[in-house]
């Protein structure tokens, strides 16, 4: 199974420039998510992330990494009214740097779940060599809930 930009925002909140998944290529709802994201001269972080030597920031890579494994969860059903929240990040090394014109290849496979947090296993490679490996820990969560939590906060600052 495959997925078109419109599909994958209707499974994740992000919006550009922060949506990092152009197309999902390999998708097994609620087990496994391969993405992917080409990397372009204009997108944000390039411009201070190193002026003259351009280079994704590993927390984007990350992230990325995390926005394929929320499409994994939440493409098994079950996820509307949700959104998914880190809850840990384990075990990422770092092997290559990502450069402008490189195609990320996003790889999450959800591990295990219990209730509403759950771990992926996640790769990220350029032309099949080893750019980011992590180990994610999600939860998923009401958006509803969230936005109440964040009204609540935001009458007890006033």
């Not at 994201?37 to 994704?56: E, I, K, N, Q, Y």
């Not at 092997?95 to 219990?114: F, N, W």
């Amino acid at each position: 199974m495959t997925l078109d930009r419109a599909q994958i925002e209707a499974l994740l909140p992000h919006r550009p420039p922060f949506l990092l998944v152009d197309e999902v290529v390999e998708l097994e709802p609620g087990v496994r998510c391969v993405a992917t994201r080409t990397l372009r001269d204009d997108d944000f972080w390039f411009a201070g992330h190193f002026p003259g030597s351009p280079v994704m920031p590993g927390v984007l890579i990350v992230e990325a990494l995390a926005q394929a494994a929320t499409i994994a969860a939440s493409s098994g059903g079950g996820a509307e009214g949700k959104v998914g929240l880190f809850a840990g990040i384990d075990k990422v090394r770092f092997k290559r740097v990502v450069k402008p014109g490189d195609t990320l290849r996003l790889e999450a496979e959800i591990t295990s779940v219990h209730g509403p947090v759950g771990k992926a296993k996640c790769v990220a490679t350029v032309d099949g060599q080893l750019a980011c490996r992590a180990e994610l820990m999600f939860a998923v969560v009401d958006a509803a809930a969230i936005a109440a939590g964040e009204a609540r906060l935001k009458g007890e600052a006033s």
